[in-house]
């Protein structure tokens, strides 16, 4: 027997000063709390993410009322609900419909595979990308992407990230894999939300992710983004880069990405292939 599992969101609003604040709630229908869902105003850099107990606020201006408000998190259909619409009402529940998974064609990989390390595995003192803070509706994540140039079939084992001045034990992070579009992330392509929450220190960094089965046959795009636990926490740690190639990142949800050449973020990924 399939059991299909929905998500509710419980909203509240409020309305002060020519901006519209909305908060809540994201809860299964089991009632546990869903956390990490990406909210916001797409390429308006304009969202925010619901905490580890499922709860999140974003404040918006009343010029934004016509837009769409994305909600969406990975396995289940995004769904978008005018801003207007969700202001006249004091509740609202809002459903993510389970999306229909199509099964791609099977990818063999070699019987004899080999470990192939593809990004930038060097760094300079003088790069640094930084983690901004996190108080204003601008800015609530912190997301780095590299594109990962296979040509053959491959299965991502780990990516690695090199950071320095690291203040925290502990921080939480989502892998997300994205085709491309215009040499830019564009979807994403994994299918289950890749949540982990790690030690971290100065140096690299390692995230294991080949339990998730991800393989692939063509080029994309592999990001961690960093998922802070209160928007005005103080800088957790910055990652190393190096000179040349560029760097592509945003600070929001459904945001812009950002391209800067001339420097790139030290970061790499391992395939079998």
Do not use: C
């Not at 994540?141 to 690695?160: R, T």
């Not at 971290?200 to 046959?217: Q, T, Y």
Request: no cysteine.
């Amino acid at each position: 027997m399939k059991i299909i599992i929905t998500y509710f969101f419980l909203l509240f609003i409020t309305q002060t000063y020519g901006q519209i604040t909305l908060s809540g709630i994201i809860k299964s229908n089991t009632n546990k709390p869903l956390e990490y869902v990406n909210i916001g105003i797409k390429n308006k850099n304009i969202g925010t993410i619901s905490d580890e107990n499922g709860n999140f606020k974003i404040t918006l201006n009343n010029s934004e009322l016509n837009e769409l408000l994305s909600f969406s998190y990975i396995g289940y259909e995004e769904k978008q609900i005018n801003v207007y619409e969700l202001q006249k009402s004091n509740f609202n529940e809002i459903i993510l419909k389970e999306s229909q998974t199509v099964l791609s064609e099977v990818i063999v990989i070699a019987t004899k595979p080999k470990l192939v390390e593809l990004g930038t595995k060097s760094y300079v003192s003088m790069v640094a990308g930084y983690v901004k803070a996190n108080n204003d509706k601008n800015n609530d994540i912190q997301e780095f992407a590299k594109e990962i140039k296979i040509k053959k079939p491959s299965k991502i084992l780990d990516v690695n990230i090199n950071l320095f001045n690291v203040f925290v034990d502990t921080a939480s992070f989502r892998i997300n894999i994205y085709d491309i579009k215009d040499n830019l992330p564009n979807n994403k392509i994994n299918t289950q939300n890749i949540i982990i929450q790690k030690k971290v220190e100065n140096g690299w960094n390692k995230f294991n992710i080949e339990e998730f089965d991800l393989k692939f046959e063509e080029p994309f795009f592999i990001s961690i983004e960093y998922l802070p636990k209160q928007k005005d926490e103080a800088e957790p740690f910055r990652y190393s880069g190096q000179l040349f190639g560029k760097s592509i990142t945003r600070s929001s949800s459904f945001g812009i990405w950002n391209v800067k050449k001339g420097l790139t973020i030290s970061m790499f990924a391992t395939v079998k292939q």
